[in-house]
């Protein structure tokens, strides 16, 4: 179970996001250019309607997306799921992803490689705040739907930071009404914290759709209700 936050740990968590060194560009090639030419394609080819939900993320968002409609209908959905992504990336191409068009809200999944990768809690945070901050100067009444950082049995060796960027992550979004966080960590966890391989498919890291049945259900009792009334008729 996810701790909640106390005022003290919200001050202590965004206090220390502002001392840490923010992301910045290089001139090196952007990876997934490849993926983000395909969606620009296809923007091009079938432009979404306005006021539709950004879906980006990794490889998770990605392999949701044969079900996802249907997981959070009546809800209109763009799917970005880029595999392999991590919050930089979703940075790095914000001017493709986001840029183009004019969503009402976000639902976001990356932090999961950014751990795995060897970055800090506070760093993934970081990361999220950056995105999230290019988000509200393009339009500051986009809502963001952070969805948490899930388990996985072949990253058992850090599970324990992705719980704690979970819980700074959840902090910030208590700090801004425009932010809700997504807890799909707990449910995808036994009821001693304990991991559930039943819910893999055989690499360990992704869901099989047993484990999809637990996550979209978490997703939809969140973003469904609150987003159903901005639908358009």
């Known amino acids: 179970m996810l701790r909640i936050p106390t005022l003290a ?35 091009q080819e079938s432009p979404p309607a306005d006021g539709s939900i950004l879906c980006i993320g990794s490889s998770s968002m990605r392999m949701w997306a044969d079900r996802m409609d249907a997981d959070l209908a009546p809800l209109s959905l763009v799917k970005l799921g880029f595999g392999g992504s991590k919050f930089k990336d979703a940075i ?24 795995n990768s060897g970055m800090t809690p506070f760093e993934v945070a970081r990361d999220f705040l950056t995105f999230a ?12 739907y952070v969805i948490s950082i899930k388990p996985s049995t072949k990253r058992a060796g850090v599970l324990a930071d992705s719980l704690k960027a979970n819980s700074i992550i959840e902090t910030l ?8 966080f997504v807890d799909v960590m707990t449910p995808l966890l036994g009821p001693q914290g304990e991991l559930i391989a039943d819910y893999y498919v055989e ?5 099989n759709q047993a484990g999809y ?11 469904v209700p609150l987003e159903r009334a901005h639908e358009k008729e």
């Open 92 to 115: 790095a191409h914000f001017d493709s992803l986001v840029a183009p068009y004019n969503p009402r809200a976000i639902l976001l999944y990356e932090g999961d490689n950014d751990i």
């Open 213 to 223: 049945d637990v996550w979209a259900r978490a997703i939809r009792n969140v973003i």
């Open 203 to 207: 690499d360990g890291v992704h869901l």
């Open 173 to 180: 979004c208590l700090q801004d009404p425009r932010f809700v």
């Open 133 to 144: 901050t290019k988000v509200h100067e393009q339009d500051p009444a986009i809502r963001i």
């Open 9 to 43: 740990t919200a001050i202590l968590a965004v206090s220390t996001l502002i001392a840490l060194p923010s992301w910045k560009a290089t001139a090196e090639p952007l990876p997934f250019a490849k993926e983000i030419a395909a969606f620009e394609t296809r923007r």
